[in-house]
């Protein structure tokens, strides 16, 4: 089958989840937005209120941000896919707890298993803890990790900030822009 068509499949059997109690309480899963062939997929952390009504990824004020920083190196929406760890909006934009998080994982990987990106983006601890336990964002962020054996053929993560911790933080905003400029060098590179 078509990659579109499988991804397609998988974003509306994301839709009809109810593998734990967070379809409950949302209006609208986020499966994920973008283009099926990306090199590079962001994954967040979970919808928060705007994504829960719309049912899209980042379209609230770390939404508009990621735009920008996105435009910094001449990517925009159509030439990535996002998505997030957890699809569906904790209450009151909890933290995920571990078995939500395992339950959207599974999803997570059929997703990045059909994309086949060369890169994966991590925004925020949540979704860098997914592949890279252990390790603290302030050290890690902006560099690239090769984790070999999760995924078919994917095996580089560069984590970085949440955009939405750069909204309270201005030093954490100058952090995520250079990390950025480093992801537009790197993107650069591998065209070559
Ligand atoms: N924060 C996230 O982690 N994901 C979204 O989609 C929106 C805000």
Same mark, same amino acid.
């Given at each position: 089958?078509?990659?579109? %068509?499988?991804?397609?499949?998988?974003?509306?059997?994301?839709? +009809?989840? !109810?593998?734990? /109690?967070?379809?409950?309480?949302?209006?609208?899963?986020?499966?994920?937005?973008? *283009?099926?062939?990306?090199?590079?997929?962001?994954?967040?952390?979970? $919808?928060? #209120?705007? =994504? @829960?009504?719309?049912?899209?990824?980042?379209?609230?004020?770390?939404? +508009?941000?990621?735009? +920008?920083?996105? =435009? !910094?190196? *001449?990517? /925009?929406?159509? @030439?990535?896919?996002?998505?997030? &760890?957890? #699809?569906?909006? $904790?209450?009151?934009?909890?933290?995920? *707890?571990? *078995?939500?998080? /395992?339950?959207?994982?599974?999803?997570?990987?059929?997703? %990045? @298993? &059909?994309?086949? $990106?060369?890169?994966?983006?991590?925004?925020?601890?949540? !979704?860098?803890?997914?592949?890279?336990?252990?390790? #603290?964002?302030?050290?890690?962020?902006?560099?690239?990790?090769?984790? =070999?054996?999760?995924?078919?053929?994917?095996?580089? %993560?560069?984590?970085?900030?949440? $955009?939405?911790?750069?909204?309270?933080?201005? +030093?954490?905003?100058?952090?995520?822009?250079? /990390?950025?400029?480093? &992801?537009?060098?790197?993107?650069?590179?591998?065209?070559?």
């Amino acid at each position: 089958m078509k990659r579109a %068509i499988q991804l397609k499949k998988l974003e509306d059997e994301i839709r +009809k989840c !109810s593998n734990c /109690d967070l379809c409950m309480a949302c209006t609208n899963p986020v499966p994920g937005y973008g *283009n099926y062939f990306a090199k590079v997929v962001f994954i967040g952390e979970a $919808p928060g #209120k705007e =994504e @829960d009504l719309q049912g899209l990824p980042f379209v609230g004020a770390s939404g +508009k941000f990621l735009d +920008k920083l996105l =435009e !910094s190196i *001449n990517l /925009d929406r159509e @030439d990535i896919y996002i998505t997030n &760890l957890v #699809k569906c909006r $904790p209450p009151n934009n909890r933290d995920p *707890n571990q *078995n939500e998080i /395992d339950q959207c994982f599974k999803f997570l990987k059929r997703q %990045i @298993d &059909l994309i086949c $990106p060369m890169l994966i983006v991590t925004l925020g601890r949540f !979704s860098m803890n997914a592949f890279l336990p252990e390790i #603290k964002i302030s050290q890690a962020h902006g560099q690239v990790f090769k984790v =070999e054996g999760l995924f078919e053929k994917t095996e580089f %993560i560069m984590p970085m900030y949440h $955009p939405a911790s750069a909204l309270y933080n201005p +030093k954490l905003r100058s952090v995520l822009t250079e /990390d950025f400029v480093k &992801l537009g060098e790197l993107l650069i590179k591998l065209k070559k």
